[in-house]
């Protein structure tokens, strides 16, 4: 039986180009600074970003638990969306390895506005925790691949610098929010101090993320990687599928946009399932199961193939360079015929 696999963009394996160039990179030792592949890595997403450094780091994870670290500061609070990767997804690590508390604010698709964060500001009194950091996440995994707009980042800035309080970027799709809202990557990191984004997703690397900030929090932010485990030796063979990624696969991240919307047309046909197509902005949609038991749905569709997430009344499906768009067709047609 033939399988669609539309549980998550991170299954994307390596194309066969990608493996030529992993095999002819030069490398190094990364931990005194002389693989220079990762050094060439790290010159294009500082580039590509428009920050004066970057760091390669072995995940995404660990490029958000760094700012956690090094820009809040332990026994401070950081401001970030209640549906946040990093409250959910990410081990409770801010409080247990960062030393900072989570503040979670409510948001309308995952985005957080200045009116939303007010009120969660801490006053200077000795006894409360500072606020730190503001997280932001685009696009927002939890709330459907959501994307920020121009006028609702540029508002995020103006109200973090008016407070002096540091913005961090998890932007581990921010590719993805690059290509369907038309703004530039440089412009939307041009609105926060540090991004994360991930070479692992969508854009088709097997490993690591990239942390971008000014060369003085790369600096302390390589001492923390270490700290953490995250020293890498001749990591020059997996940097070197990150540039492939990066010259290559961007702009076909485009097609599954695409995809994603095929799916939702055609779970928004199905009875046992609502979405609204209009919602759905980049390669991650959720179906809303009425009885809800999505993990009935997500069993019955995997026993004719397809692969998605259940959790409560919602699937998950997420489209990626795996899966092509015959393969989208395919599946839309068993998702079509099936009956629950």
Same mark, same amino acid.
């Given at each position: 039986?033939?399988?669609?696999?539309?549980?998550?963009?991170?299954?994307?394996?390596?194309?066969?180009?990608?493996?030529?160039?992993?095999?002819?990179?030069?490398?190094?030792?990364?931990?005194?600074?002389?693989?220079?592949?990762?050094?060439?890595?790290?010159?294009?997403?500082?580039?590509?970003?428009?920050?004066?450094?970057?760091?390669?780091?072995?995940?995404?994870?660990?490029?958000?638990?760094?700012?956690?670290?090094?820009?809040?500061?332990?026994?401070?609070?950081?401001?970030?969306?209640?549906?946040?990767?990093?409250?959910?997804? *990410?081990?409770?690590?801010? $409080?247990?390895?960062?030393?900072? &508390?989570?503040?979670?604010?409510?948001?309308?698709? =995952? /985005? #957080?506005?200045?009116?939303?964060?007010?009120?969660?500001?801490?006053?200077?009194?000795?006894?409360?925790?500072?606020?730190?950091?503001?997280?932001?996440?685009?696009?927002?995994?939890?709330?459907?691949?959501?994307?920020?707009?121009?006028?609702?980042?540029?508002?995020?800035?103006?109200?973090?610098?008016?407070?002096?309080?540091?913005?961090?970027?998890?932007?581990?799709?921010?590719?993805?929010?690059?290509?369907?809202?038309?703004?530039?990557?440089?412009?939307?990191?041009?609105?926060?101090?540090?991004?994360?984004?991930?070479?692992?997703?969508?854009?088709?690397?097997?490993?690591?993320?990239?942390?971008?900030?000014?060369? *003085?929090?790369?600096?302390? $932010?390589?001492?923390?990687?270490? &700290?953490?485990?995250?020293?890498?030796?001749?990591? =020059? /063979? #997996?940097?070197?599928?990150?540039?492939?990624?990066?010259?290559?696969?961007?702009?076909?991240?485009?097609?599954?946009?695409?995809?994603?919307?095929?799916?939702?047309?055609?779970?928004?046909?199905?009875?046992?399932?609502?979405?609204?197509?209009?919602?759905?902005?980049?390669?991650?949609?959720?179906?809303?199961?009425?009885?809800?038991?999505?993990?009935?749905?997500?069993?019955?569709?995997?026993?004719?193939?397809?692969?998605?997430?259940?959790?409560?009344?919602?699937?998950?499906?997420?489209?990626?360079?795996?899966?092509?768009?015959?393969?989208?067709?395919?599946?839309?047609?068993?998702?079509?015929?099936?009956?629950?």
């Amino acid at each position: 039986m033939k399988i669609y696999d539309l549980r998550s963009d991170t299954i994307t394996r390596p194309s066969g180009e990608m493996r030529k160039a992993m095999h002819k990179a030069e490398v190094g030792d990364d931990v005194y600074g002389e693989d220079p592949t990762v050094n060439l890595l790290e010159e294009t997403a500082a580039r590509m970003t428009g920050k004066k450094a970057a760091l390669f780091v072995p995940s995404g994870s660990m490029g958000n638990l760094i700012p956690l670290y090094v820009q809040c500061g332990r026994g401070n609070e950081v401001i970030l969306h209640e549906n946040s990767h990093i409250m959910h997804y *990410e081990l409770s690590s801010a $409080a247990t390895i960062a030393g900072v &508390m989570p503040r979670p604010v409510p948001g309308e698709r =995952g /985005i #957080l506005t200045p009116e939303a964060i007010r009120p969660h500001l801490r006053p200077d009194i000795y006894y409360m925790a500072r606020t730190g950091l503001i997280e932001i996440e685009n696009t927002h995994n939890k709330e459907g691949g959501s994307c920020w707009t121009d006028e609702e980042l540029s508002a995020i800035h103006r109200f973090a610098r008016k407070h002096n309080i540091p913005v961090h970027l998890d932007g581990a799709r921010v590719f993805n929010a690059a290509v369907h809202t038309g703004i530039p990557v440089k412009k939307i990191c041009s609105y926060v101090d540090t991004v994360t984004f991930c070479l692992s997703k969508g854009l088709g690397a097997p490993v690591g993320s990239l942390l971008c900030g000014d060369s *003085e929090f790369i600096e302390e $932010a390589r001492r923390v990687r270490k &700290m953490l485990g995250g020293g890498m030796r001749q990591a =020059g /063979i #997996l940097a070197a599928a990150g540039l492939y990624a990066l010259e290559h696969n961007i702009d076909r991240l485009r097609e599954d946009h695409l995809n994603a919307k095929k799916l939702a047309e055609v779970l928004n046909n199905v009875s046992w399932a609502k979405v609204d197509p209009d919602s759905v902005e980049t390669n991650i949609l959720f179906a809303t199961i009425p009885d809800g038991n999505a993990a009935a749905v997500s069993s019955a569709l995997k026993k004719k193939g397809v692969l998605c997430s259940g959790d409560g009344n919602r699937l998950r499906f997420v489209t990626s360079m795996e899966v092509s768009s015959q393969d989208i067709r395919e599946a839309c047609d068993i998702i079509a015929a099936l009956k629950i």
